[in-house]
């Protein structure tokens, strides 16, 4: 019994060994080291998706261009699939308006998306990546103009400060899921588009359950993958 035990043992770590060693066989092939990462520079364009918001049927929130820098790192967890987490420094800007006049709003912060990645191609002729995954968003400034005063949006309230009589305020800890689709040349130079959707409830309107305002967000970016 003990000779099957110890046979069965060496049977498994040797299956192991190998199939350990065809992985940073294939990996080796592909020219994908187990961890690698890079730069990234986008541009976005992002609003609001809004849903009963009070005394402001009519509100609504209109796309507009910002800007995106930061890092990724790949985990590469085979020929052709790969774990992609970013760090991304952002900015965006949108507009507001209720039918009536146009709030100019402006926030910048960090964002940490990360992707599931299915990975095809060559070497020779450029790999095609697509996945998605979930996000993070941490706004650490913001500012609406009103075009008479301007404010802070993810400023918190003051203890007895009533929200509808005052502007509206958004929490700063966002989350969503994201989908990716991406081309790198055979040089290494990446070129991305990514669809984010957020799924926190940021307006903090606490009395009124129905009322829901979330993130939409589009990028188009560049990228350079160090080998």
């Known amino acids: 019994m003990k000779k099957v035990k110890i046979i069965s043992l060496l049977v498994l770590l040797l299956s192991a060994s190998t199939l350990s060693a065809v992985e940073r066989d294939t990996i080796s092939k592909t020219n994908f080291p187990i961890v690698n990462g890079g730069l990234?520079?986008?541009?976005n364009a992002s609003n609001f998706l809004t849903r009963d918001i009070p005394n402001l049927p009519n509100l609504r929130s209109t796309m507009n261009v910002g800007s995106e820098?930061?890092?990724?790192?790949?985990?590469?967890?085979?020929?052709?699939f790969l774990i992609q987490l970013n760090v991304m420094?952002?900015?965006?800007?949108?507009?507001?308006?209720?039918?009536?006049?146009?709030?100019?709003?402006?926030t910048a912060g960090v964002e940490i998306p990360m992707y599931f990645l299915g990975r095809y191609g060559s070497e020779q002729n450029g790999y095609i990546y697509f996945g998605g995954g979930p996000f993070t968003q941490f706004a650490v400034w913001g500012q609406?103009?009103?075009?008479k005063t301007k404010y802070n949006p993810y400023q918190p309230l003051s203890e007895g400060q009533d929200m509808t009589e005052q502007n509206y305020v958004f929490s700063n800890n966002n989350s969503g899921l994201g989908a990716y689709l991406g081309y790198e040349l055979p040089c290494r130079l990446q070129f991305n588009a990514s669809y984010q959707v957020g799924i926190s409830d940021l307006?903090?309107?606490e009395h009124n359950p129905k009322t829901f305002v979330c993130t939409q967000k589009v990028t188009l970016g560049i990228a350079y993958r160090f080998k």
């Open 144 to 147: 609406i103009d009103n075009g």
């Open 89 to 106: 420094l952002f900015a965006t800007q949108n507009d507001w308006s209720a039918g009536f006049s146009v709030d100019k709003m402006w």
């Open 69 to 80: 820098i930061g890092g990724f790192v790949d985990f590469n967890l085979g020929k052709h």
């Open 203 to 205: 307006l903090l309107l």
């Open 40 to 43: 990234k520079m986008q541009a």
